[in-house]
């Protein structure tokens, strides 16, 4: 089955890169891997996504490994209103699976 | 343009009852699909529906059910109640279907439900 693994939380101070880290070792080659956040009392949202090159947008960059067994999400200035909990997904055969996310509390 | 829209925001029932929530996808949406949120289980994907049909199911007992309408909009059938359903219901609207899973989900704030 295909599972994401994430620290259960982290730290970081306003202003300073964030880098989050999931282990995928089992997903498949046609797998793309997603990234949400959800703040508090909110849905989650949608970060970045991408399947074998490293991606960038507004929010965030995605780097994912050549062997693609692990991608990191790389906030480039972590802010107060980044302290969420980011979930790493990926499809699992018909279903999706989220894992237990990481906590980012950031620090003024 | 509106998000996603969940009614209720909050619902209380007690055990052996039943429960339907709506949910109302982004204008065009076709695919709506309903997630469990819950503090020990997590994130947990119940079921997918495109265009009324139902694509995808999750690791769920069959008194969790639901269905999509023409217009898009779905709902979603809790049936006798059981303390352990008590969690935060979130549905999700995407252009396509989730299919290769190269579509960004929209989300809406959920149906925070709580069973007595």
């Known amino acids: 089955d295909a599972k994401t693994t994430q620290p259960n939380s982290m730290e970081s101070n306003e202003e300073e890169p964030v880098h989050l880290p999931c282990n995928h070792s089992t997903i498949s080659g046609t797998d793309y891997i997603h990234w949400y956040r959800q703040l508090p009392s909110q849905g989650p949202e949608y970060v970045i996504h991408g399947l074998t090159s490293n991606v960038n947008n507004r929010m965030a960059s995605l780097a994912i490994a050549e062997d693609r067994k692990s991608s990191t999400l790389i906030l480039h200035r972590a802010t107060l209103r980044d302290a969420a909990v980011y979930y790493c997904i990926l499809r699992d055969k018909d279903k999706f699976y989220f894992g237990s996310g990481t906590k980012l509390n950031v620090k003024p | 343009k509106a998000g996603v829209t969940q009614t209720p925001r909050y619902l209380i029932k007690t055990r052996g009852q039943q429960v339907t929530l709506s949910c109302s996808p982004i204008?065009?949406?076709?695919?709506v699909s309903w997630y469990q949120q819950t503090p020990g289980q997590g994130l947990q994907f119940l079921f997918e529906y495109f265009s009324e049909t139902q694509r995808n199911k999750g690791n769920f007992p069959g008194r969790f059910s639901g269905r999509q309408f023409s217009n898009s909009r779905s709902e979603m059938n809790v049936s006798t109640l059981e303390l352990g359903d008590s969690a935060l219901y979130l549905c999700?609207?995407?252009?396509?279907?989730?299919?290769?899973?190269?579509?960004?989900?929209?989300f809406g704030s959920g149906t925070q439900l709580s069973v007595l």
């Open positions: 204008s065009g949406h076709r695919s």
């Open positions: 999700a609207s995407s252009l396509a279907p989730l299919g290769g899973f190269n579509e960004k989900l929209f």
